[in-house]
């Protein structure tokens, strides 16, 4: 039997990249070739998803990027032999995953001798019925490895997950309601497939707009939203990025956190070029998103000014009509006292910190010593408050 169901999994061809998982490559191992330390190998490998075979079948096939799935999302006809194929390969990794430990175990010792120090669970799931109902799902929860993560960085022109983003949420934000609302609106109208204009979230430091980004993936990546964030020096790459998510079902945000342009910057084209339309312009599943603490994105010095360019005021005016280009700009300015002082309050409750006058008193203290009022010096006061009360 074991030699039957490797002879199938090596035949696969919908699903044939589930070969290359960790895991599944130990188990087909083992069928090949039924030892102990095979069996020991697959099991200690399954442990890491979890005592369930069945439930780790369920995993990889839904979450596997197939020419099947890519034509789907694509809205693409799909061939019948294909689709023939689709419910075959799920009828045998049904089978497949009610492969009990102890027929496993009943191959590498026929006679009953001994018994396996370890096991794992199986139970009847219709696998067919499960992929379309993931089918269905395929807008909102992707495909690869956009199913299992929602943040993405670049690194060496591949798109690599970050497995442990920032978890802030929208209700541990406060204050900036209003500039927060702009960017929320703007990003539903994104995931409903409505016209989407790139923002600019500029203004001072420690105001939240990063946060604000951060947050607003966290909160709608149910629905479908994921993040990609670059870095300026990675915005040559961008038509690259666009290229690799114009097909996918998702809804993308392509995040440059605070960023600035000299004059001579060679990254500024290239951002240029993708907000003013050119022949790798964005897509109607992505918007970017950047934030800055200057309004129009570029450093501009006195020296600049009194270069030996014939037509410096076009120069100068190319450089700092940049943020126009953006169709939505919110600025996150610093709070007056009273807004500093509710966004330290929501903290304290949070963090379970009495708030009396006299902790207001401090907190006010503490930001005038800093760089002033910010949701930023109010979070590293209360932080500080909370450090001190665990140290009682």
Excluded at 317 to 328: A, K, V
């Amino acid at each position: 039997m074991l030699n039957e169901y490797a002879e199938k999994l090596q035949s696969l061809a919908v699903f044939r990249g589930i070969l290359a998982e960790k895991t599944v490559a130990k188990l087909l191992n083992f069928l090949k070739s039924p030892t102990a330390d095979g069996y020991g190998d697959f099991a200690g490998s399954l442990y890491e998803h979890g005592d369930s075979l069945t439930d780790f079948l369920i995993e990889v096939i839904t979450e596997d990027e197939n020419p099947y799935m890519k034509r789907i999302a694509e809205y693409k006809e799909v061939p019948s032999h294909i689709d023939e194929a689709v419910r075959n390969e799920l009828e045998f990794l049904q089978r497949l995953s009610r492969l009990s430990s102890d027929e496993a175990w009943a191959a590498v010792d026929p006679a009953g001798g001994s018994k396996p120090f370890s096991g794992w669970d199986t139970y009847e799931a219709d696998f067919l019925k499960i992929y379309r109902e993931r089918i269905a799902a395929l807008h909102t929860k992707g495909f690869g490895i956009f199913a299992k993560y929602h943040t993405f960085i670049l690194k060496d022109s591949k798109l690599v997950p970050v497995k442990n983003p920032d978890p802030q949420r929208l209700s541990q934000l406060s204050g900036y309601e209003l500039e927060r609302g702009k960017v929320i609106a703007n990003t539903l109208a994104l995931l409903r497939d409505k016209p989407a204009p790139n923002v600019l979230l500029y203004g001072d430091a420690g105001t939240g707009k990063s946060s604000t980004v951060k947050a607003i993936v966290n909160e709608y990546r149910d629905k479908g939203l994921r993040l990609i964030e670059l870095t300026k020096a990675q915005l040559g790459e961008l038509p690259v990025v666009i290229e690799k998510i114009a097909a996918n079902p998702l809804k993308f945000i392509i995040f440059i956190d605070d960023i600035s342009f000299s004059a001579d910057d060679d990254n500024f084209s290239a951002l240029k070029a993708v907000l003013e339309g050119s022949a790798a312009a964005k897509t109607p599943n992505m918007t970017i998103y950047c934030t800055s603490n200057r309004r129009h994105l570029v450093k501009e010095t006195f020296s600049g000014r009194d270069g030996d360019d014939v037509h410096a005021g076009d120069t100068r005016e190319e450089l700092i009509s940049l943020s126009e280009r953006f169709g939505l700009k919110v600025a996150f300015l610093k709070p007056n006292k009273d807004t500093y002082l509710q966004i330290v309050e929501k903290l304290a409750a949070e963090y379970g910190i009495e708030c009396t006058p006299d902790l207001l008193a401090r907190a006010e203290a503490y930001a005038l010593r800093r760089s002033g009022r910010s949701g930023r010096a109010a979070k590293h006061f209360i932080e500080l408050e909370a450090a001190s009360e665990n140290v009682k």
